[in-house]
């Protein structure tokens, strides 16, 4: 069930199922997955470095990217070894530096970093344009981005934390990634788009343009409940605006 929160603006609404083949509760951010926000890139993000820099084009992809487990590590590989220098600009550099992964100390494997933003992202001046490689080789191959693209890639903005009891049973909550989830207070993520009224323009709610990814994330008996619900609500205008137009 749903518990409504209306009393300040950082307030939030959660929705929650019991998932019908293990032992796991879903609970859904429904005040983002019910906003209007959507990805700007291209339309004047301003990027998440320290400072400003539209020009540039570099999105949310400033830090690399985290691989996620062992299926997402093959995964990534697999990907890595089909782009072509027509669509990854920093191919050659990445073959000077022994791949496009490293493994830091902690044992995470990573997207490398070179001049400021990951090594998987083109560039303005590259013959194919700015963006990722992997929504390029996913373009060119007429497949989905999330196909391509590193796990935490393809599901930003949304965030999936799995939480496990003592008993065993698994709390995963998807929800809205936020700026203090860069690194808490001292990020040196200056901007990021969930939290701007820059980005809430979208013309669906982002249940709706999202729905292959949370599909995946959740399964689609789950994520048919979840989108029967929200749309119930959006029909009876019974939801809690997200806090970034509340603040309007």
């Known amino acids: 069930m749903a518990t409504p929160l209306t009393s300040s603006n950082h307030d939030r609404e959660w929705l929650s199922f019991e998932d019908p083949g293990e032992h796991r509760t879903w609970l859904f951010d429904i005040t983002f997955l019910a906003s209007n926000w959507t990805c700007i890139y291209g339309a004047g993000c301003p990027g998440t470095a320290a400072e400003p820099a539209p020009e540039q084009q570099l999105g949310c992809c400033t830090h690399g990217a985290y691989i996620s487990d062992a299926e997402d590590l093959e995964h990534v590989r697999t990907q890595i070894e089909r782009l072509t220098g027509d669509l990854w600009q920093h191919r050659n550099t990445a073959e000077s530096l022994g791949g496009g992964l490293w493994q830091d100390d902690a ?52 965030r999936r934390e799995d939480h496990e009891t003592v008993t065993g049973h698994i709390y995963t909550m998807v929800r809205e990634w936020e700026r203090r989830d860069w690194g808490g207070e001292e990020t040196d993520v ?35 409940w979840l989108r ?6 959006r029909t009876q205008s019974s939801l809690l605006p997200h806090p970034t137009v509340r603040r309007r």
């Not at 029967?228 to 609500?233: F, H, I, P, S």
């Open 107 to 158: 044992g995470w494997w990573r997207t490398r970093v070179v001049d400021g933003a990951c090594i998987f992202q083109n560039r303005p001046d590259h013959a194919n344009g700015a963006g990722c490689a992997f929504h390029h080789l996913a373009i060119q191959s007429d497949s989905h981005p999330m196909e391509t693209k590193p796990e935490i890639c393809w599901q930003a903005p949304l």
């Open 190 to 224: 200056w901007w990021w788009c969930t939290s701007e009224d820059q980005a809430h323009v979208g013309e669906h709610a982002v249940y709706l343009q999202m729905e292959q990814e949370l599909s995946a994330i959740c399964g689609s008996v789950v994520y048919g």
């Open 228 to 233: 029967a619900e929200l749309d119930k609500r």
